[in-house]
């Protein structure tokens, strides 16, 4: 319910419960059986396929949609899984409109694509409900890997360095495992606690100890990991977030888009969140897109997003910027902010419009709006915190590596957001998993 | 409009789309129906002696699905009607009372004694019945008894058969064959030198849909049993075609009047029949699947066909590609097509190639300078007509006449002078010149 008088903002309840539950509940509920076999039916089986090429983690797509028509269902979820072993979550968060669905051939035929990330689920989501162990382990080779960091990356590169017969301890510094997947993805994406379950399922193999609450630098080194393993795998994303770099960055009310999704999906009772009144998010990737969509759909009144290029320029891609209009979201394109609005605690916040100029490069111009905000987001970007990566060749604020995930260290590979090439995208940072694991193996069977 | 208005043996009905014996001709009230939906006539189903056969009591339909649960083939295990026989004699002529334009034929099976079909042709006349048409064809059941398909598979008993039903009967006699045969012609002729006046083809075929994958008994069962059925719907169309086509192009059987019947389900299929030498068409399995209101497709759909071929009636689409079958040996053999692929309309999908590549002649390029794209390679292509078969996108791949010049697989010069195996030289047998 909203108040009609103005109150202390931010402030929580603004919807009931049963409003919540319905704003978080999947964006994409599951195909039915029948569904399934039609969607299915329309896969052409290609050739070489565009979907397969197009999917980072490389899984045969006519092949385990075939396996959903002929009721195969396990063995389509194995083609799944043993490519990308979280399959469960990339049918869930891939952005499927600019890899495998755009791919599709049927774009060029009748211009709808298969639902390939919906199919993905349909056959997954049996494994992960009853537990089903797909995979086994490999002979004990004797040698022990450590994970620095309990998301896609590591667990992917932990799961397949298992199966290879290798025993590993992954340090994740949360106090779950999942990374992103259990903190940084919208609610709505992956309900009934999924994050887990998929964790849950990967540690199922076996030979995989997790150790939560722990970070490098604070609680170890890399080189004490170097000391005590026989490989490193640095899957430590970027741990430190952006600034504005304007005054008034740290007033009451002005927050990490990251923190507070962190909150908000760790919450029991979401509608005990505080929730501004009018919402100002910053930034045009994935994370704006996510903050002002549950925001919203937490009960904010106004929802805008501020990006300082176009649309196309967005790190978001077209899907997810309609799904914020459509939920309400009003998306601002071409504004940097200028300065914060307020005392200790902010009300507004200006805008100057930007445009490129004769160099092509983006400026501010004397054109300028304000936006009133009880709340504003930043979602511009994180990095890589400088502590972590000591003794690691770094360019532009990223681990430098090969295609076999290799560092510059001839024991340490690393993957996912923190490394060079790296897209921010789950599937990626699962794809690096796999590759640097394989490439581990080969490494420790020399 | 065209006329489609038919006459087949004499019987009147204002389109050729009659429903066959069946399920869906087995009462009063079914055949109403169909009528009043508009199907030109109907086949009443099998009747036999009294008291009548039973059925089982459970499953007696299965199917071969699409993942969409399109109905692709269709299978039974009823046998022929379950009722008294002078219900059905009341009914059909009531029928016939209420419906004096439509086709009505009995269908009739009867235990293989002269006396019997003597004694119950004139009672099935006197309903006002246009004909009779004999079963030969039930592969279920009925078989067992020494009925049915038991007599379509033996072409002395056909023509025994309906011998005994012509010296009795005053309106057409109709045999009804089974496909469950080597070859269709010996029973069609028998038919025939028996004084038929018409066959109608095919019956259903011997069939078991599948086994159940949880209980590793077919499916399904009665009680735990199953036995083979009668199979139909679209999947046996081109069974039933080639034996209509096989007596309409034989001499010894040309001049018999034939009732197509197998997988009829859209106007495009009522087509093939009549132009490969059908005088009209039988209906079943579709009207089961979709309910008489089909008839509004076949009847305007063939309507409009025949106006745009500026044929006034059926009659003279009936038999029209007849001609153009013939046998293997007759092919011409100098003749040379090769596969095109439209570049504008391909999407890439590598079917073409796959198909090729794995299980034909290596004629269609995967990668061109790099790029993923799929091209005929002529020097390669034997017209195979694989690559049209498995595209997905209709009309993008064709066939080539290729007339003139260098046939560019074989080197050689196209000679337009038609040759076939007949004289060719690889033949042993050939003719010499």
Known sequence: ?446 | MANLTSEYLGIRSPNPFWLASAPPTDKAYNVNRAFEAGWGGAVWKTLGEDPPIVNVNGPRYSTLHSNERRVIGFNNIELITDRPLQTNLDEIRQIKRDWPDRALVVSVMLPMDEQTWAKYIPMIEDTGADGLELNFGCPHGMSERGMGAAVGQVPEYIQMVAEWCKKVATVPVIVKLTPNVANIVPPAKAAKDGGADGVSLINTINSIMRVDYDTLTMYPTTDGMGTHGGYCGEAVKPIALNMVAEIARNPDTADLPLSGIGGITNWRDAVDFLALGASNVQVCTAAMVYGFKIIDDLVDGLSAFLDDKGMASVSALVGAAVPSVTDWQYLNLNYVEKAVIDQDLCISCGRCHIVCEDTSHQAITHTVNGERHFEVIDEECIGCNLCVCVCPVDGCITMRPVTDGIDARTGEKINTEKANWTTHPNNPMRKQG
């Open chain 1, 1 to 446: 319910m909203v108040s009609t008088k103005r109150s202390q903002e931010p402030q929580s309840s603004r919807l009931s419960k049963a409003e919540i539950e319905d704003n978080f509940g999947d964006l994409h509920p599951p195909l039915s059986r029948s569904e399934a076999l039609i969607e299915a039916d329309r896969c052409y089986f290609c050739y070489d396929a565009p979907c397969t090429t197009a999917c980072p983690t490389g899984i045969d797509i006519p092949g385990f949609i075939q396996k959903i028509r002929s009721d195969n269902i396990r063995g389509s979820a194995y083609t799944i899984l043993r490519e990308n072993i979280m399959g469960g979550m990339c049918a869930r968060v891939c952005p499927t409109e600019v890899l495998c669905e755009e791919a599709c051939v049927r774009n060029l035929h009748e211009e709808k694509p298969v639902s390939i990330g919906l199919l993905q689920r349909f056959a997954t989501d049996p494994v992960f409900e009853q537990a089903t162990q797909l995979f086994s382990r490999a002979d004990a080779s004797g040698r022990k890997v450590a994970v620095v960091g309990g998301g896609p990356a590591g667990l992917s590169c932990a799961h397949r360095l298992a199966t290879l017969g290798h025993d590993v301890v992954v340090f994740n510094r949360d106090s779950k495992p999942g990374g992103l997947n259990e903190y940084g993805i919208a609610a709505y994406k992956t309900i009934d606690d999924f994050a887990q379950k998929e964790v849950d399922y990967i540690l199922s193999i076996g030979g995989i100890e997790v150790r939560n609450d722990v970070a490098m630098g604070d609680d170890f080194t890399l080189q004490q990991l170097r000391d005590d393993y026989d490989a490193v795998f640095l899957g430590i994303g970027l741990a430190a977030v952006n600034e504005l770099g304007m005054d008034g960055d740290d007033m009451t009310g002005v927050d990490n888009a990251i923190e507070y999704i962190a909150e908000l999906r760790q919450a029991d009772d979401k509608s005990a969140l505080p929730v501004g009144r009018n919402v100002v998010v910053i930034g045009g990737g994935m994370t704006a897109i996510d903050i002002a969509v549950q925001s919203k759909r937490l009960g904010a009144e106004r929802v805008d997003i501020v990006y300082r290029r176009g649309p196309d320029q967005m790190g978001a891609s077209r899907y997810e910027q309609e799904l914020a209009q459509t939920s309400g979201v009003t998306i601002h394109h071409w504004a940097r902010p200028l300065r914060l609005h307020g005392g200790g605690k902010v009300t507004s916040i200006e805008f100057a419009r930007t445009s490129f100029d004769d160099k092509g490069k983006l400026k501010a111009t004397k054109d300028t709006f304000v936006l009133d905000a009880d709340v504003v987001f930043k979602a511009i970007g994180q990095r890589l915190a400088d502590d972590d990566v000591v003794d690691l060749k770094v360019q532009h604020g990223r681990i430098v590596v090969d295609d076999s995930q290799a560092t510059s260290l001839a024991d340490v590979w690393a993957g996912g957001d923190c490394v060079t090439g790296g897209d921010d995208l789950t599937v990626s940072a699962v794809q690096h998993g796999k590759v640097a694991a394989i490439a581990i193996d080969t490494y420790l069977r020399k």
